[in-house]
């Protein structure tokens, strides 16, 4: 039985969702985290920094999602995978569950698919523990669709919609900017290393 505080996630969006890691790999620096800078010719977000994975596949679980999206990004095979551990989940943007796994690479040289990744980065965890994030407020505001039922709402076509307030993180680096669902899960990986 569920206690009366325990959260329940509900993705807004049950039709997308993703799997996501968060590769950890030691280099000669110590333990890095693995970035991918988005290939330029994607049609969102391109060049951000972001963590490997994508959309899951119909039926699919999310941890076996997410190993098949960053073997596809990362050129591994299985062997380069070591276990996973899930982190918190989250809704993305476009209000789809996110969930997030970390996960050891070895034998890790720097590949990656040039049609989705436009170049990886390795940045070590210490200096990422030592980067509080910044954090910058916005506003989401309601805008219903074509067709929307004002006739069973008070005050009809002038109800005033609740806004939504959101913070979005932006972790400042030398190899660029980490921001939005990405930090968000960075943020959530590095308060479990501490």
């Known amino acids: 039985?569920?206690?009366?505080?325990?959260?329940?996630?509900?993705?807004?969006?049950?039709?997308?969702?993703?799997?996501?890691?968060?590769?950890?790999?030691?280099?000669?620096?110590?333990?890095?985290?693995?970035?991918?800078?988005?290939?330029?010719?994607?049609?969102?977000?391109?060049?951000?920094?972001?963590?490997?994975?994508?959309?899951?596949?119909?039926?699919?679980?999310?941890?076996d999602g997410a190993v098949r999206e960053t073997k596809e990004e990362l050129l591994l095979d299985d062997t380069?995978?070591?276990?996973?551990?899930?982190?918190?989940?989250?809704?993305?943007?476009?209000?789809?569950?996110?969930?997030?796994f970390s996960c050891e690479l070895t034998e890790y040289y720097q590949s990656f698919s040039k049609l989705e990744v436009e170049t990886v980065l390795l940045i070590p965890i210490h200096e990422l523990l030592r980067t509080p994030p910044e954090r910058y407020g916005a506003t989401l505001v309601t805008k219903p669709d074509p067709g929307f039922p004002f006739a069973l709402v008070h005050n009809g076509e002038s109800h005033v919609f609740s806004e939504k307030r959101t913070e979005y993180l932006f972790y400042r680096h030398t190899k660029g900017t980490i921001w939005g669902l990405t930090a968000n899960i960075l943020k959530d990986f590095l308060e479990e290393e501490v």
Not at 24 to 43: K, N, Q, Y
């Open 80 to 100: 380069q995978l070591g276990p996973r551990e899930a982190l918190p989940a989250q809704i993305g943007p476009d209000g789809g569950a996110v969930y997030p």
């Open 1 to 63: 039985m569920r206690g009366k505080n325990e959260f329940r996630f509900h993705p807004l969006n049950e039709e997308k969702s993703y799997g996501i890691v968060v590769p950890v790999v030691t280099t000669a620096e110590g333990r890095c985290l693995l970035f991918e800078v988005r290939s330029r010719s994607l049609h969102t977000q391109p060049l951000d920094l972001c963590f490997p994975g994508g959309r899951l596949l119909d039926g699919e679980a999310p941890e």
